[in-house]
T-cell receptor
């Protein structure tokens, strides 16, 4: 089945550091990828929708300058948390949609646990 | 806007017990409905789905039926196993975005 690889799986770093998370679709082309944030014992909150070759669409309340998203190819999207602070600590999950139509399934990565000291 | 309400957990059951996790939704139009499962430290895996009213999704012994009249998509399994311990998310997709419920943590005791 379709596989989405997310890297790294865990990051621990100091406050003020910028952290880049990669999301790759390994065996299909993903014109659209999604980035979610999950707080402990809570649901997934959509942060932004990333479309290949264009700017990401951010959800209300998500800071564009804080969470930089780049979707430069059909198999790779990156999320950069700039100047991360302890409140940015969370579990970040990406998903990729297999194909261009809205009814195509989304496949999820295994997530990245970000801990800012 | 779209929303999903699911049964709050945690839910603890003995092995071989019957499982029901309730899920209801609010949406415009005709959404697709999903159940996802998340094992500790991992991302989400699609468990089952239904795309139209009266469809039944099934996988690994789990079932859920798309009930338009009650706007529900309850998850059921006749005999749970320890390996079913995980967090289960109900979700709907309207136009493009997935909207998730808050998740239900399920623990199965041997």
């Amino acid at each position: 089945g379709a596989v989405v690889s997310q890297h790294p799986s865990r990051v621990i770093c100091k406050s003020g550091t910028s952290v880049k998370i990669e999301c790759r679709s390994l065996d299909f082309q993903a014109t659209t990828m999604f980035w979610y944030r999950q707080f402990p014992k809570q649901s997934l909150m959509l942060m932004a929708t990333s479309n290949e070759g264009s700017k990401a669409t951010y959800e209300q309340g998500v800071e564009k300058d804080k969470f930089l998203i780049n979707h430069a190819s059909l198999t790779l999207s990156t999320l950069t948390v700039t100047s991360a602070h302890p409140e940015d600590s969370s579990f970040y999950i990406c998903s990729a949609r297999d194909g261009g139509r809205n009814n195509q399934p989304q496949h999820f990565g295994d997530g990245t646990r970000l801990s800012i000291l | 806007g779209d929303s999903v309400t699911q049964m709050e957990g945690p839910v603890t059951l003995s092995e071989e017990a019957f499982l029901t996790i309730n899920c209801t939704y609010t949406a415009t139009g005709y959404p697709s409905l999903f159940w996802y499962v998340q094992y500790p430290g991992e991302g989400l895996q699609l468990l089952l789905k239904a795309t139209k009213a009266d469809d039944k999704g099934s996988n690994k012994g789990f079932e859920a039926t798309y009930r338009k009249e009650t706007t529900s998509f309850h998850l059921e399994k006749g005999s749970v196993q320890v390996s079913d311990s995980a967090v289960y998310f109900c979700a709907l997709r309207g136009n493009e975005k997935l909207t998730f419920g808050t998740g239900t943590r399920l623990t199965i005791i041997p």
